[in-house]
């Protein structure tokens, strides 16, 4: 219950603090100028090795398959694999795979991750509610959401509709368990406070709890799209006549290795940029969360 | 009678099944426009009481009158809770502005309010800061702006200077004086400092080892306007050993509880 102890406490005025950064000259100012260089030389280092490794690597593969130490029938060099993309694309083929995934894929990230926060925010509201239903839909959420696919083609057929409820389920359970638990585990004592300085009811909800809970609903946005992603490429695998899935499945089955390079790549480069993007929103959304100085 | 608590007792469920008496059998009465300065030993229960005296927390037993709506300004009452209980998603301006915009004050008015009271509280400058950015002290300023800032016809602070470094202390304790005689709010204050208790309080509480009942109530009959000179008086230093004596039992005595 006690805050921090002793004298964490800033000088007499606080007025001096802010100032330092803008007005600092001299000696103060070198060595902040040099704090700055050091950081961005590290930010630039950091960036440097992210990007060499996977090219390096890249670079290895080809030479590997060019000096035949690895088989290039299966190992496909990624020159040859570059070509293939490239006919893929002029033949339209790949962009239009790619729509379908991303279509099915964010259709149901949207309707899954809406209705997961509703019900995740309720559920750790409502107590009855959530005696009801929280160990039901942790059981469910246990099942692979994969496994519901062929219950789901019996009822609603071979269309579009199976395929987006598979990555409406695992986004739902994902985010309901996320918003629920951001609820749940509140920090009572900044409840306290807002109802202390008049915040009740919906007030209470749309300035404090729902503030706080967004950190947690984030993680949940960031871990359920990678794991849409997989879904979908299963479900696209098994049930559909297009998408990247399959793309990779059908390349595997004509025994076309470089085409089933470039849908696995794709889907990778899909993963990466999509988090990207999350986390970038949740950058621009949640600033006090990375202002943190310790 | 601003508020008023009879025979409140407090008893909380522990994690093993068990329970822990917190309050047992609190009188107090606080007249308005009064200074009530609350002493006791750590654990006695001074926060639990703060917050049913505010109308936060529920008794077991025993009435509280006096607690009616908590609304910052529809209920005029405003809190300095001690371990500051910032939003630490909205920056030093709009913590502070938080009681204002809750009461429907407009942007505005609410901006320039909250400027002008950190300014008193010495963060001008720091508008755009998050509270997690801010050492321990700048936090505890904060929560003072926030709560004086909705100009509450009652306030509660729970040890609103504990970590506050003694030179900025003295200097708000001044602050505060000053305030105070010129507003004549109620004011109920948790301290651990005997001195701040005097020098701020028209009566000190002392409370006993848990579980924490009335122990001594004293009145302190300085003359106003007060100032860190008053520290210096015989008078002061009489309520002090008086203060020091009957805390001095109850803190060796929490001591042994725990
Ligand atoms: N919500 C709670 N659940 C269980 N026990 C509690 C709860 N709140 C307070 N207590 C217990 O009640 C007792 C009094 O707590 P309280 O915070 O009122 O003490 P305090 O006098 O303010 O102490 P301090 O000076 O250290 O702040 C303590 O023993 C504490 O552990
Ligand atoms: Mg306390």
Redesign the interface.
């Known amino acids: 219950m006690s805050g921090p102890a002793g004298t964490l406490a800033a000088g007499a005025a606080g007025t001096g603090e802010a100032g330092v950064a803008g007005v600092a000259g001299g000696e103060l100012g070198a060595a902040l100028g040099r704090l700055r260089r050091r950081q961005r030389r590290r930010r630039r280092t950091d960036l440097a090795l992210s990007i060499a490794t996977p090219v390096a690597l890249v670079g290895l593969w080809q030479l590997a398959a060019d000096q035949h130490w690895v088989d290039p029938r299966i190992f496909t060099p990624p020159s040859q694999i570059a070509v293939a993309a490239g006919q893929l694309i002029s033949a339209g083929t790949l962009p239009s795979d790619l729509g379908y995934t991303l279509a099915r894929l964010l259709v149901g990230y949207a309707i899954g991750a809406a209705a997961g926060v509703v019900v995740g925010l309720l559920l750790g509201l409502v107590r009855p509610l959530r005696a009801a239903l929280s160990p039901l839909f942790t059981a469910l959420y246990a099942v692979p959401q994969i496994a519901l696919l062929p219950l789901l083609l019996v009822i609603f057929g071979i269309g579009e509709t199976p395929k987006v409820l598979t990555v409406v389920a695992v986004t739902f359970f994902v985010l309901e368990i996320n918003a629920l638990a951001a609820v749940r585990n509140f920090d009572p004592r900044l409840l306290e406070a807002g109802r202390a300085y008049g915040a009740n009811g919906r007030k209470l909800f749309r300035h404090v709890l729902l503030p706080g809970a967004l950190p947690q609903i984030f993680t949940g946005l960031r871990v359920s799209i990678a794991l849409g992603l997989v879904v979908i490429t299963a479900t696209e695998f098994v049930a559909s006549n297009n998408g990247l899935g399959f793309l990779v499945w059908n390349s595997w089955q004509l025994f076309q290795p470089d085409q089933m390079y470039v849908g696995l790549v794709t889907i990778a480069v899909v993963g990466v940029l999509l988090t990207a993007v999350i986390t970038l929103v949740e950058r621009l959304a949640l600033p006090w969360l990375h202002h943190r100085h310790r | 009678m601003e508020l008023a608590a009879a025979g409140v007792s407090k008893a909380f469920v522990t994690k093993g099944g068990g329970h822990l008496v917190a309050l047992a059998g609190i009188d107090l009465e606080v007249r308005s426009g009064t200074f009530v300065s609350l002493l006791g030993p750590s654990g006695c229960g001074k926060?639990t009481l703060l917050?049913i005296l505010?109308g936060?927390e529920q008794a077991s037993t025993g009435t509280v009158a006096g607690t009616g709506a908590?609304?910052?300004?529809?209920?005029r009452?405003?809190?300095v809770?001690?371990?500051?209980?910032?939003?630490?998603?909205?920056?030093v301006l709009d913590n502070v502005a938080?009681?204002l915009?809750?009461?429907g004050v407009g942007r505005q008015e609410r901006t320039d309010r909250a400027r002008a009271w950190l300014a008193r509280?010495?963060?001008?400058?720091?508008e755009s800061?998050?509270p997690?950015?801010?050492?321990?002290?700048?936090?505890?300023?904060l929560s003072l702006a926030?709560a004086f800032v909705?100009e509450p016809d009652v306030l509660f602070m729970d040890e609103p200077m504990?970590?506050?470094?003694?030179?900025?202390r003295l200097?708000l304790q001044e602050d505060l004086i000053r305030i105070w005689e010129e507003t004549r709010k109620t004011v109920l204050l948790v301290t651990h400092s005997i001195e701040e208790a005097i020098l701020l309080g028209d009566r000190v509480v002392v409370m006993t080892a848990r579980p924490g009942r009335v122990k001594l109530d004293l009145p302190v009959e300085l003359d106003r306007p007060r100032t860190l000179a008053t520290s210096a008086t015989p008078a002061f230093s009489e309520l002090r050993s008086l203060l020091w004596d009957a805390l001095r039992d109850e803190v060796e005595r929490s001591m042994d509880l725990s």
């Open positions: 926060s917050r505010g936060l908590t609304g910052a300004t529809g209920g009452r405003a809190f809770f001690q371990d500051y209980s910032l939003f630490p998603w909205l920056n938080f009681g915009r809750m009461d509280v010495g963060l001008a400058g720091f800061a998050y997690e950015q801010l050492s321990g002290g700048m936090r505890q300023r926030r909705t504990g970590a506050v470094d003694p030179q900025t200097l």
